[in-house]
C-alpha cells in the first residue's frame, strides 16, 4: 500500500520515534539531517507545495523564508517558546506525539482533495476554510473535529470502524477510550438531523460508520 511521505529536518528524536511506530503510521518518514538535505531532496524528485507536509525546528523558519520553503502551505514547526503555540502549525516541546501524527493525518487527507476550498459530501458543500457545511436552504459550522471526522469518512468507500477513526482522525493511540469517538459521532449526526432533518448523513452499521 502507498503510504504519503513527510519529511523531519533536523529532529532526529522525533525521527526515531516514528521509526519505532512506523508499521502503525499511515505516512512514510524522510529524515533530513540538515536544511540544506532537505533542498536537495525537494529539488531532486521535483516535490511541490501539494504533495509534502516538513516538520522542523522553528529556528528553521528563516532559512525556509530564504529558500522558499514557506510556500509549502504543510509545514509544522516544533518550539521551546511558550509563546508562539498559538499557531495552528506549531507544537511547543516537549510535544504530545499523538497531537502531531493527528495533525499530519488531516493535512493528509486535505492533500488529496488539491487544497480545493469546497468539496461535496453527499448532497452537501463543506467548506474547508470556514468549516460549514451547507445546502441549498441551510448553513451549518462545524467544529474542526467534527469536520476531520466527514472528511475521513466521505473519502473511504467502505464502513469505519471506531478504531480507524481512533488511528487516523484522533491520531495513532491504544489510550484513547473508544466511548469518546462514539460521542463525537453522536453529537455530530445530532446536529446533523437538527439543522437539516437528515438522519442518514452518517450511517451506522455492524461495520461501522459509513457517510
Known amino acids: 500500500m502507498f503510504k504519503q511521505k513527510i519529511g523531519i529536518v533536523g529532529i532526529p528524536i522525533l525521527y526515531n520515534i516514528f521509526e519505532e511506530i512506523k508499521d502503525n503510521l499511515p505516512f512514510s518518514v524522510n529524515n533530513f539531517k540538515k536544511n540544506d538535505n532537505l533542498i536537495e531532496y525537494l529539488s531532486e524528485n521535483k ?4 504533495s509534502f507536509i516538513i516538520i522542523s525546528d522553528l529556528n528553521n523558519k528563516n532559512f ?33 506525539i499523538y497531537s502531531l501524527i493527528e ?17 461535496k459530501v453527499k448532497d452537501y458543500l463543506l467548506d474547508l476554510n470556514s468549516r460549514i457545511i ?9 467544529t474542526e473535529r ?20 481512533q488511528s487516523i482522525v484522533w491520531g495513532y493511540s ?38
Open 47 to 50: 516535490i511541490n507545495n501539494k
Open 64 to 96: 525556509f523564508l530564504k529558500n522558499k520553503i514557506l510556500n509549502f502551505k504543510s509545514i509544522f514547526y516544533l518550539s521551546k517558546k511558550k509563546d508562539n503555540i498559538n499557531s495552528h502549525n506549531i507544537f511547543q516541546y516537549p510535544i504530545d
Open 103 to 119: 495533525k499530519i493525518n488531516i493535512e493528509l487527507i486535505k492533500i488529496k482533495y488539491d487544497f480545493q476550498s469546497k468539496i
Open 134 to 142: 451547507s445546502n441549498t436552504e441551510k448553513k451549518l459550522k462545524l
Open 146 to 165: 467534527e469536520m476531520d471526522i466527514i472528511l475521513f469518512l466521505n473519502e473511504n468507500k467502505n464502513p469505519k470502524k471506531i478504531n480507524d477513526l
Open 174 to 211: 491504544s489510550k484513547l477510550e473508544t466511548h469518546t469517538v462514539e460521542t463525537h459521532i453522536y453529537r455530530l449526526r445530532k446536529k446533523i438531523f437538527e439543522s437539516f432533518n437528515d438522519k442518514k448523513f452518517i450511517i451506522s452499521t455492524d461495520s461501522g460508520y459509513i457517510i
